[in-house]
């Protein structure tokens, strides 16, 4: 039973292209919603995070879309690059688990073509 | 600084063996914890501790052991291996409190025949 849900499962967008990744979930108690990247034969690692307190949180090219009322959030990319070809992992936490313990989407291939 | 050190690399058992996969992390974190990465489901957290002498059961406990003697160790035992535990492990630590960054290892490949 996933209680975060992640899509699409994969992506391909040309470099310069914006895409999106979105996630689902279920918990009302979630109170922390982070993204992580990850290359190819690495942990995973963290990208941004966000509380529900704002809508939006932006880091670089990152910025990360969150919609309380309908419990998703999402994960956008601007001018995308190739080094940003990874697989990305949303994820959440309550106060209960704070830093102990993650509950992760299923994970989002990105090719990003040159 | 290593940060999150896991040993080995990649592993090759058969099936009913038993081994011990090592996850050792230098920042003086109180919280690590063992994932499972599996095609299409994500990461699934297997065990965690949020301290020394302190070890608690996450999502697919079944088949895994931990303990936590030190701030430092935290390493995953498999008792008898299954083919369905064929998998990449990943160790991770956390300062814990207001700070939840997760800093994980670079993971083992264990494959289970």
């Known amino acids: 039973q996933q209680q975060v849900k992640q899509s699409p499962q994969s992506l391909i967008v040309q470099k310069g292209g914006i895409p999106i990744i979105n996630c689902a979930y279920e918990?009302?108690?979630?109170?922390?919603f982070p993204w992580y990247q990850q290359f190819p034969g690495k942990g995973p690692a963290l990208l941004i995070a966000?509380?529900?307190?704002?809508s939006e949180k932006k880091e670089g090219r990152f910025t990360i879309s969150f919609n309380k009322s309908a419990k998703q959030f999402s994960l956008h990319i601007m001018d995308s690059q190739p080094g940003d070809s990874a697989t990305y992992f949303c994820?959440?936490?309550?106060?209960?688990?704070?830093?102990?313990?993650?509950?992760f989407g299923e994970g989002t291939q990105l090719t990003v073509n040159p | 600084n290593a940060g999150v050190t896991q040993t080995p690399k990649f592993q090759v058992l058969k099936t009913g063996q038993s081994m011990t996969l090592q996850c050792a992390q230098d920042?003086?974190?109180?919280?690590m914890s063992w994932y499972r990465q599996d095609p299409g489901m994500g990461l699934r957290l297997i065990h965690y501790?949020?301290?020394?002498?302190?070890?608690d059961q996450g999502e697919v406990p079944n088949g895994y052991n931990v303990s936590r003697s030190t701030t430092e160790d935290f390493p995953l035992r498999l008792l008898s291996a299954a083919p369905s535990q064929t998998s990449v492990y990943f160790c991770?630590?956390?300062?814990?409190?207001?700070?939840?960054?997760?800093?994980f290892g670079s993971g083992t490949q264990l494959s289970v025949l």
């Open positions: 991770a630590s956390s300062e814990g409190g207001s700070n939840e960054k997760l800093f």
């Open positions: 918990n009302t108690a979630f109170d922390y």
């Open positions: 966000i509380r529900p307190d704002v």
């Open positions: 994820a959440a936490s309550s106060k209960e688990t704070s830093g102990s313990r993650l509950t």
């Open positions: 920042m003086n974190h109180e919280y």
């Open positions: 501790s949020v301290g020394a002498g302190i070890t």
